[in-house]
């Protein structure tokens, strides 16, 4: 079977730093030390683009999943927080409010493998701490806020250790997109021989201890710290002792704690044997910048100092961290409006779970298995090019999945299978049957392959696709057949639920178009197939509409192309399942290219129904097989402006998904 080849619904495009700098205002500064010469993009995400995988030394050395692989659950509660972060299994653990931690100070303590992320901007953690202890390893902690556990009038915290985050010898960690304010001691300790950590795109405010990395005589740790803002803090910004490499850049420190100490209100500190590199960062009137012990290196480039005092300290060679990892610098003068807007909790991150296939989850299913009944956020399964066999199935109780094909075309991501309705109907039959509501498939093609002419059963049909759910959404996709190809349902006769197929290839010969949905094909390629008749080679479609349902199928602005001879393809038929009187067909294919195959006479009758009690028509078409006859109802102008995409989408809720 053969197919038009996709094209890709959306461009890429990476917003260049320099621009957005220019675009808020910033005028030109000059860098302190030797600038970084450019460099091409390369994997990292930039500060604009969160990605769902850590750059830097966290992705070294088998990298750092999190929760990858494991259930994903969504927590509201102390209890919860704490039973799944300790949990054995991998979780993906969403944070979906603000989480009052009791008594005052206590720690949460997070095992390996686990992904703790806000959703949106309401994940917060309040008067606790995370706690990884030693050996604990693989674990991503992203977009929370983390607060108020100081003490009032314990400013130095000396007798407290109510840390925010605290890494106790852990590797593979990644901490990215969180807000830490007002936490006594220090708002994240990474200590004793932690290693292959990165901190990104947090922001730290309100605080003396802020970020301390070291508690051991061991040279080990390798730490990337990169687009974090420092804001009203005094010391450790971060300090970081005996780091076998310790990374540093894009960072922007400002408003230093003005407490008139002359020592310990400081900026970065590269303590005992560490090797630090800081590149591209922006100081904004900062007492002691950087600062290295006489055993450590320093090597400083680019970065812009404002109002700048104190020590500047740069000595030794330290490391190049090119050796280890791709990264892009912004410029230091970019640097502040992009950490503003950019670091901290947002609301794009947490709202949209990606689970990879197969990198995380060996198949689909395992894939759609992971995601809770009820699930209230949204989940993408990112499929990887390459052919699944297998059926997938999409339970009721699971809306809000997207089904991502990431190749560069949609051929490239296939799910495919070879049932027939012989074994369990049309719901056994289909490669893929989507029961939940909101859910979306894009940029990939689903197929039944089931091979009609080695069998002989009573129920050939193969359905590649069978949806009962409402606001179900195809972009970019194919659907490859026979008989049944995609079949658009309700969960029953008098329940509306609505298809919107966009972009996208249909194949099939027999009533491969078919069921009583409310579904529009819009911008579009339909193949009606030769089964080498030469009289009759099949029918496009089937609706069985309900008859309180003004809207079954719309085929608009698409093209029908077939390899049929001329004058063999219908259409479409009336179907009445199991012979129910009230399942009056609804059709309109308007503004679409017929072709020469398309009889002249193109709707037939249907089990003893006859087409013309159902509701079929034309409007505007055009090609060889779009010929107006006596035996082509045309729907007239009037008529016509009530029975646009929007009329068919909208329902009660105002669905508009063609707007995208």
């Given at each position: 079977?053969?197919?038009?080849?996709?094209?890709?619904?959306?461009?890429?495009?990476?917003?260049?730093?320099?621009?957005?700098?220019?675009?808020?205002?910033?005028?030109?500064?000059?860098?302190?030390?030797?600038?970084?010469?450019?460099?091409?993009?390369?994997?990292?995400?930039?500060?604009?683009?969160?990605?769902?995988?850590?750059?830097?030394?966290?992705?070294?050395?088998?990298?750092?999943?999190?929760?990858?692989?494991?259930?994903?659950?969504?927590?509201?509660?102390?209890?919860?927080?704490?039973?799944?972060?300790?949990?054995?299994?991998?979780?993906?653990?969403?944070?979906?409010?603000?989480?009052?931690?009791?008594?005052?100070?206590?720690?949460?303590?997070?095992?390996?493998?686990?992904?703790?992320?806000?959703?949106?901007?309401?994940?917060?953690?309040?008067?606790?701490?995370?706690?990884?202890?030693?050996?604990?390893?693989?674990?991503?902690?992203?977009?929370?806020?983390?607060?108020?556990?100081?003490?009032?009038?314990?400013?130095?915290?000396?007798?407290?250790?109510?840390?925010?985050?605290?890494?106790?010898?852990?590797?593979?960690?990644?901490?990215?997109?969180?807000?830490?304010?007002?936490?006594?001691?220090?708002?994240?300790?990474?200590?004793?021989?932690?290693?292959?950590?990165?901190?990104?795109?947090?922001?730290?405010?309100?605080?003396?201890?802020?970020?301390?990395?070291?508690?051991?005589?061991?040279?080990?740790?390798?730490?990337?710290?990169?687009?974090?803002?420092?804001?009203?803090?005094?010391?450790?910004?971060?300090?970081?002792?005996?780091?076998?490499?310790?990374?540093?850049?894009?960072?922007?420190?400002?408003?230093?704690?003005?407490?008139?100490?002359?020592?310990?209100?400081?900026?970065?500190?590269?303590?005992?044997?560490?090797?630090?590199?800081?590149?591209?960062?922006?100081?904004?009137?900062?007492?002691?910048?950087?600062?290295?012990?006489?055993?450590?290196?320093?090597?400083?480039?680019?970065?812009?100092?404002?109002?700048?005092?104190?020590?500047?300290?740069?000595?030794?060679?330290?490391?190049?961290?090119?050796?280890?990892?791709?990264?892009?610098?912004?410029?230091?003068?970019a640097v502040p409006a992009l950490v503003k807007k950019f670091s901290g909790p947002q609301r794009t991150l947490g709202t949209d779970t990606v689970l990879h296939v197969p990198a995380d989850y060996p198949t689909v299913q395992a894939a759609v298995d992971a995601v809770p009944a009820g699930n209230d956020g949204a989940v993408t399964l990112a499929l990887a090019p390459g052919t699944y066999r297998e059926?997938?199935?999409?339970?009721?109780?699971?809306?809000?999945?997207?089904?991502?094909?990431?190749?560069?075309?949609?051929?490239?991501?296939?799910?495919?299978?070879?049932?027939?309705?012989?074994?369990?109907?049309?719901?056994?039959?289909?490669?893929?049957?989507?029961?939940?509501?909101?859910?979306?498939?894009?940029?990939?093609?689903?197929?039944?392959?089931?091979?009609?002419?080695?069998?002989?059963?009573?129920?050939?049909?193969?359905?590649?696709?069978?949806?009962?759910?409402?606001?179900?959404?195809?972009?970019?996709?194919?659907?490859?057949?026979?008989?049944?190809?995609?079949?658009?349902?309700?969960?029953?006769?008098?329940?509306?639920?609505?298809?919107?197929?966009?972009?996208?290839?249909?194949?099939?010969?027999?009533?491969?178009?078919?069921?009583?949905?409310?579904?529009?094909?819009?911008?579009?390629?339909?193949?009606?197939?030769?089964?080498?008749?030469?009289?009759?080679?099949?029918?496009?479609?089937?609706?069985?509409?309900?008859?309180?349902?003004?809207?079954?199928?719309?085929?608009?602005?698409?093209?029908?192309?077939?390899?049929?001879?001329?004058?063999?393809?219908?259409?479409?038929?009336?179907?009445?399942?199991?012979?129910?009187?009230?399942?009056?067909?609804?059709?309109?294919?308007?503004?679409?290219?017929?072709?020469?195959?398309?009889?002249?006479?193109?709707?037939?009758?249907?089990?003893?129904?006859?087409?013309?009690?159902?509701?079929?028509?034309?409007?505007?078409?055009?090609?060889?097989?779009?010929?107006?006859?006596?035996?082509?109802?045309?729907?007239?102008?009037?008529?016509?402006?009530?029975?646009?995409?929007?009329?068919?989408?909208?329902?009660?809720d105002g669905w508009a998904p063609y707007r995208r």
């Open positions: 079977m053969t197919h038009l080849r996709s094209k890709r619904l959306l461009a890429r495009a990476l917003a260049a730093a320099t621009a957005l700098a220019a675009a808020l205002g910033l005028g030109a500064q000059a860098p302190a030390g030797a600038a970084e010469p450019p460099r091409p993009p390369d994997t990292a995400a930039h500060a604009s683009t969160p990605a769902d995988r850590p750059h830097g030394f966290a992705s070294l050395a088998g990298g750092t999943t999190g929760g990858a692989g494991g259930r994903v659950v969504t927590v509201r509660t102390q209890a919860d927080l704490a039973k799944y972060a300790a949990a054995d299994e991998p979780y993906i653990i969403r944070v979906a409010t603000a989480i009052d931690v009791a008594p005052f100070g206590a720690n949460i303590v997070v095992a390996s493998d686990k992904t703790i992320v806000g959703v949106g901007t309401k994940g917060e953690l309040v008067h606790g701490e995370l706690h990884l202890n030693p050996g604990t390893r693989n674990v991503i902690i992203r977009n929370l806020t983390i607060r108020d556990s100081a003490v009032e009038g314990n400013w130095d915290c000396k007798d407290t250790d109510f840390d925010g985050i605290q890494l106790d010898t852990a590797d593979h960690v990644w901490i990215d997109h969180n807000r830490f304010s007002n936490i006594c001691d220090g708002q994240l300790d990474i200590r004793k021989d932690s290693d292959y950590i990165t901190v990104s795109h947090n922001q730290f405010k309100n605080n003396n201890k802020t970020f301390g990395i070291g508690w051991t005589p061991n040279v080990q740790t390798k730490i990337t710290i990169d687009h974090n803002w420092f804001g009203n803090t005094k010391q450790r910004n971060p300090s970081a002792d005996n780091c076998a490499y310790a990374h540093l850049y894009n960072n922007y420190l400002s408003a230093q704690v003005d407490d008139g100490d002359p020592v310990w209100s400081y900026g970065n500190y590269a303590r005992g044997r560490t090797k630090m590199v800081i590149e591209n960062s922006y100081y904004d009137g900062v007492q002691h910048p950087y600062q290295a012990d006489d055993t450590a290196e320093l090597v400083q480039r680019g970065s812009v100092l404002k109002d700048t005092t104190g020590r500047h300290d740069t000595r030794g060679t330290a490391f190049d961290p090119h050796a280890f990892y791709p990264y892009r610098l912004d410029p230091a003068a059926q997938v199935r999409v339970p009721a109780t699971k809306p809000r999945i997207t089904f991502l094909g990431t190749g560069e075309d949609r051929a490239d991501t296939v799910i495919v299978y070879d049932t027939p309705n012989e074994y369990g109907g049309s719901s056994g039959s289909a490669t893929v049957l989507l029961a939940a509501n909101d859910t979306t498939a894009r940029h990939l093609t689903f197929v039944n392959d089931f091979d009609e002419a080695a069998h002989d059963l009573n129920s050939e049909q193969a359905l590649a696709m069978k949806t009962t759910g409402d606001r179900i959404v195809f972009e970019d996709t194919a659907f490859k057949g026979n008989q049944d190809t995609l079949m658009t349902d309700s969960p029953k006769l008098d329940t509306i639920s609505r298809v919107y197929v966009r972009d996208s290839y249909v194949e099939g010969d027999v009533d491969f178009i078919y069921g009583r949905a409310t579904t529009v094909i819009e911008d579009s390629v339909i193949k009606a197939l030769s089964r080498g008749s030469d009289t009759n080679n099949g029918y496009l479609t089937a609706p069985s509409t309900w008859k309180g349902n003004p809207y079954g199928f719309l085929i608009t602005g698409s093209r029908v192309i077939s390899d049929a001879p001329a004058g063999t393809f219908h259409l479409g038929r009336p179907w009445h399942p199991g012979g129910e009187p009230d399942a009056i067909g609804q059709i309109l294919i308007r503004d679409t290219e017929l072709p020469a195959a398309i009889k002249s006479s193109p709707w037939t009758d249907m089990g003893g129904f006859s087409w013309r009690d159902a509701r079929f028509s034309e409007y505007r078409n055009t090609g060889p097989g779009a010929t107006v006859t006596a035996d082509r109802p045309q729907m007239s102008d009037a008529d016509a402006a009530r029975h646009e995409v929007a009329d068919y989408l909208r329902g009660t």
